[in-house]
């Protein structure tokens, strides 16, 4: 091999181990890696920001349990105040700025719900385990 090769060889290799550091996605992500809902009684919530996106993206609820997504906004004018969860038939314009509530009804183990803005930019999945 040439020099001019094992330097293109190390340079890729630097390239693409910097772009997986740089976005931390190292292709290994699972379902234990959401945020857990906190549960009060028999009720579960989970409090997210919707701005430029929903945070948190994933989040693990438990399953039998009904969940609330309290959804706050501060200012967003962006396409994520507007939500949508074809799951449960949701479709919604959350507030300018506060909170809004959106309920989940209680499902089985192993299901995942996806929410999305109204154009499908920015997304979210709860599982339920």
């Given at each position: 091999m040439t020099r001019s090769t094992i330097f293109s060889i190390?340079?890729?290799?630097?390239?693409?181990?910097?772009?997986?550091f740089l976005?931390?996605?190292?292709g290994s992500a699972s379902v234990a890696e959401g945020v857990e809902t906190?549960?009060?009684?028999?009720?579960?919530?989970?409090?997210?920001?919707?701005?430029g996106g929903y945070s948190p993206k994933k989040i693990n609820a438990k399953a039998g349990m009904p969940l609330t997504?309290?959804?706050k906004t501060a200012n967003t004018f962006d396409c994520s105040a507007f939500?949508?969860?074809?799951?449960?038939?949701?479709r919604g314009t959350l507030n300018l700025d506060g909170t809004t509530?959106?309920?989940i009804?209680?499902?089985k183990s192993g299901t995942t719900i996806a929410g999305s803005c109204g154009?499908?930019?920015?997304?979210?999945?709860?599982?339920?385990?």
């Open positions: 190390i340079f890729s290799l630097l390239i693409v181990s910097g772009a997986i976005t931390g996605n190292s906190t549960v009060i009684g028999d009720k579960q919530y989970i409090d997210m920001v919707a701005k997504i309290k959804m939500v949508v969860i074809p799951a449960i038939s949701y509530e959106i309920p009804p209680a499902q154009m499908g930019m920015y997304g979210f999945t709860v599982n339920f385990l």
